[in-house]
């Protein structure tokens, strides 16, 4: 969508009239080489006020040339309004509120959804999408973890949300948004790496840290879409922990993610539903960029507390 109109937010300049100056009396000689009074220039003729250049007689401002902004920088604030106008509609589109305990993605209008969560996971519809806050002590091995959940969202009047458990500061949480064109993709995520594993690591018990991805996207997909983008998340995820040399804490090797990750993509449900969303598409370039960009802030930002934590314990 192109902005018309665009103003020049430059300002006035002093035209020449504002910096003139006044001409200066001609050289006086002195003592007694001086004419008389009678022979003495008057002042009548003297270069005065009155035949000055006046302000006047100047070019107005309104005359002068103005610095109008160049047209790569006016195209520059164009491009900026646009985005400011395109960020402000995807984020009525998509509201996140963080509470004590509570991290809740609410859509304006219900989405098309397919995720592997523990509550409202597959294929299905929903306004929103809400993470959980827990530590150790709330999920037990006796405790089942879906039905804990449904019942934390049904007391916070949750019912139909998409449920995520996690026990990542919530006020951590990342915000990315990638664009292409007319196409938005939209990234939340929580990242925490104490459980980070690889792909083919033998089988055991899970310890606290996850990474939990909801990306949300501005235009309609078909459900064999929706599996293709979560396909293409889960890849750009992984390659935000490969690159930052996340190791494994089973094996030490290079993690691909945590043992625990769970990824929701969201699509609104009106217009056409675009029947891919692969690398080649552009609705898969914008999935891609998010989710990867954001899996890296938020990777980036727990190496930096452990580095801080370690670096406590060292001067301790």
Not at 5 to 16: E, I, Q
Not at 189 to 197: E, F
Not at 263 to 275: D, H
């Amino acid at each position: 969508m192109m902005i018309q109109g665009c103003l020049s937010l430059a300002p006035d300049v002093p035209g020449p009239g504002d910096l003139a100056t006044r001409a200066t009396p001609a050289f006086q000689p002195t003592g007694a080489s001086q004419p008389t009074g009678a022979t003495q220039p008057s002042r009548a003729i003297q270069p005065s006020r009155a035949i000055q250049p006046s302000r006047a007689t100047q070019p107005s401002r309104a005359t002068q040339p103005s610095r109008a902004i160049q047209p790569s920088r006016a195209l520059q604030l164009c491009r900026a309004y646009q985005v400011d106008l395109a960020d402000r509609a995807e984020r009525a589109e998509l509201a996140v509120v963080h509470t004590p305990g509570w991290l809740i993605a609410q859509f304006a209008t219900v989405h098309a959804v397919a995720s592997w969560a523990v509550v409202g996971g597959g294929l299905r519809t929903a306004r929103a999408v809400a993470w959980l806050q827990v530590v150790d002590d709330d999920l037990p091995p006796a405790v089942d973890a879906a039905a804990f959940l449904r019942g934390r969202l049904a007391a916070a009047g949750l019912p139909g949300a998409v449920g995520l458990l996690t026990t990542r500061r919530l006020d951590r949480y990342v915000d990315v948004t990638a664009r292409h064109g007319g196409l938005a993709a939209r990234c939340i995520a929580t990242v925490g790496l104490g459980n980070a594993l690889r792909a083919g690591d033998p089988p055991g018990g899970s310890r606290p840290g996850t990474i939990n991805v909801l990306c949300q996207v501005s235009a309609a997909l078909s459900p064999d879409a929706r599996l293709e983008a979560l396909a293409l998340a889960a890849e750009a995820r992984t390659l935000a922990v490969c690159e930052a040399r996340v190791s494994s804490t089973r094996t030490g090797r290079p993690a691909s993610g945590t043992g625990t990750d769970c990824i929701v993509i969201a699509a609104p449900q009106a217009g056409a539903a675009a029947a891919y969303a692969g690398k080649h598409t552009a609705i898969g370039h914008v999935i891609g960029a998010a989710v990867h960009e954001a899996t890296r802030r938020g990777v980036a930002c727990c190496q930096r507390e452990r580095a801080a934590r370690l670096a406590g314990e060292v001067s301790r």
